[in-house]
């Protein structure tokens, strides 16, 4: 009978937990200052809008709701909840300046540190403001300048790996987001952490690493309801851990294999500084690699024992170094190659500026001093930004400025928002980089003559790079953007002076699909997953 009691007592226990916090949290919806606003109506009660986002192309339903709704409106997401979207840009520039005040929300932790543990993505505070004051360093522009050589180098390899399959009678055409992917992994293997992937040699799931990032990374087929109940309420977790979810098992094994290896580099990393007589100098280039530097800067002497990384905090940064440093810049360069595809003209005049280049190994130096291919890289970006969008949420109460008055539905004007704490907000990346209010009609056009003079409008745009969103801006800023844009541009460089690109399927058929980043599909087989098809001609050099 007691254990009856104590068993009634405690699911009891439980059931009055939900449904506090249940009331807590609809209370809080019912007081929410963005009842004020316009917004779309919910499609779902359990998703919101956000599976209507997620069915969209692209940012074209952001876009479709600043025309209807104005720059600062409300949306539905999980259970009803409402999120607050702006494309204005004093607002914007608040959030991400105030990042001790607007942070990644709990849920997006949750998940993100399920695959990464406690990386410079994940953690926020004064914990994000240590490891990005060590990690610094490692991403300046001498350090890339240092790495430009392996950018080169893996670009040449996959230019020649392609001029022999395009040789081969049955191959019509080349998939390039899959080859462009591949490159990647092989520079954040070496560049990163001194680790040879070789993927563009052999096949990536032979390495144990590489097999273990895919299944890492790699998002379900659907929208699945366990894991999302798990990150939107924390308090179900100790309850819910106990239902198998799907892929669990296999999710498992190769977060355990990812840690070893990390764990391995890091060894290996320790023990190379260790042997270099004992010293420890943090501007040493023995070892360029990023994690080498971070560990050296970690252990540099002026660095006081409590304001070092742990080991486990260090270890983070491996899978953090793969996600950020691999997948964006492949996609990035694939859409990159969508676009000369689509603009011949561009194409052949990018090509007249790299031929004149009298060397097929330039330096970051002379990659930057490129005109034409920095205004083509930076309309890539503005366009076709790999991450469209990314949540904030406010940890404390807060008024939002704006620099353009809403209309609210009591028929007053606001100039400002009040924000509650727990208040969730989408900061739209893409539909910011191609506002109309900003680039002017042809916004959605790739046009990257429109670099040789920038809209007054544009340098409002709180990005911490080229007056775009597309890196963020303020202290989250993407730490590793100019390694990005300088593998980008060397990419551009090999690959356009070697080779015509032209699309292999109508473009109608190509969409573009975001998870976390937005990657090319065809309507024609989506079975075939992400895939961007080029036919692909040798430039035929006097």
């Known amino acids: 009978m007691a254990v009856k009691e104590l068993l009634v007592s405690f699911l009891a226990t439980i059931v009055a937990y939900f449904v506090f916090k249940t009331f807590k949290f609809l209370y809080a919806e019912w007081t929410s200052p963005l009842h004020a606003l316009y ?61 001790m005040i607007y942070q990644k929300p709990e849920a997006a932790r949750y998940n993100l540190s399920r695959i990464l543990g406690n990386g410079v993505l994940v953690v926020e505070g004064d914990k994000h403001r240590q490891q990005r004051r060590i990690m610094n360093p490692a991403f300046g522009p001498a350090q890339t300048r240092e790495l430009t050589s392996i950018f080169i180098e893996k670009s040449i390899e996959l230019r020649d790996i392609w001029a022999t399959e395009i040789k081969k009678p049955e191959v019509n055409q080349i998939n ?39 299944v890492l990374f790699t998002p379900g087929n659907r929208m699945a309801l366990l894991p999302l109940i798990k990150s939107v309420f924390p308090s179900s977790r100790p309850i819910l851990k106990y239902i198998p979810e799907e892929r669990a098992a296999e999710m498992r094994v190769a977060s355990e294999t990812m840690n070893r290896i990390a764990a391995e580099l890091l060894r290996d990393s320790k023990a190379a500084i260790y042997s270099d007589n004992g010293k420890v100098d943090k501007f040493s280039w023995k070892g360029k690699d990023l994690l080498s530097l971070l560990v050296r800067a970690n252990m540099a002497t002026d660095l006081p024992p409590s304001q070092r990384m742990t080991d486990e905090d260090v270890l983070a940064q491996v899978p953090t170094f793969l996600v950020a440093g691999h997948e964006t810049t492949s996609t990035a360069t694939t859409w990159a190659l969508y676009a000369l595809s689509l603009r011949p003209d561009v194409q052949t005049k990018l090509r007249d500026e790299l031929l004149a280049v009298v060397t097929d190994n330039p330096t970051m130096d002379e990659l930057n001093a490129l005109p034409y291919l920095d205004m083509v890289v930076r309309e890539t970006l503005r366009v076709h930004a790999p991450v469209p969008s990314t949540i904030r949420v406010a940890v404390e109460d807060d008024v939002l400025p704006l620099s353009i008055p809403v209309a609210a539905k009591d028929g007053s004007v606001l100039r400002e928002i009040r924000v509650q704490k727990g208040q969730t907000m989408l900061i739209p990346i893409l539909a910011m980089n191609r506002a109309k209010t900003i680039w002017g009609e042809d916004a959605m056009e790739f046009k990257p003559e ?16 080229g007056n775009m969103l597309t890196f963020l801006g303020g202290p989250r800023a993407c730490i590793g953007y100019r390694f990005s844009l300088v593998e980008t541009k060397a990419i551009l460089f090999t690959l356009v002076r070697a080779f ?43």
Do not use: C
């Not at 919910?42 to 709701?65: C, M, P, Q, R």
């Not at 899959?178 to 992937?197: E, P, Q």
């Not at 040789?452 to 790079?465: D, F, L, M, R, S």
């Open 176 to 214: 390039v987001l899959s080859w462009l992917s591949r490159m990647t992994l092989d520079v954040i293997g070496l560049a990163g952490f001194d680790y040879k992937f070789n993927a563009l040699t052999t096949d990536p799931k032979k390495n144990e690493l590489n097999r273990a990032f895919s």
């Open 500 to 542: 015509e690109f032209e699309l292999a399927v109508p473009a109608d058929d190509i969409i573009k699909k975001a998870t976390i980043v937005q990657r090319p599909m065809l309507k024609s087989d989506l079975e075939a997953g992400n895939q961007l098809p080029l036919r692909l001609r040798p430039v035929q050099r006097n």
């Open 39 to 99: 917004g779309p109506p919910s499609t779902s009660f359990i998703y919101g809008n956000i599976k209507e986002i997620s069915d969209a192309e692209n940012s074209v339903l952001h876009e479709k709701w600043v025309e209807e709704y104005g720059p600062t409106l409300k949306y539905k997401a999980f259970f009803g909840m409402n999120r607050l979207y702006t494309t204005d840009p004093k607002a914007l520039n608040h959030i991400l300046m105030n990042s």
């Open 450 to 465: 429109r670099w040789e003079k920038v809209p007054e409008a544009a340098t409002g745009i709180p990005g911490v790079w």
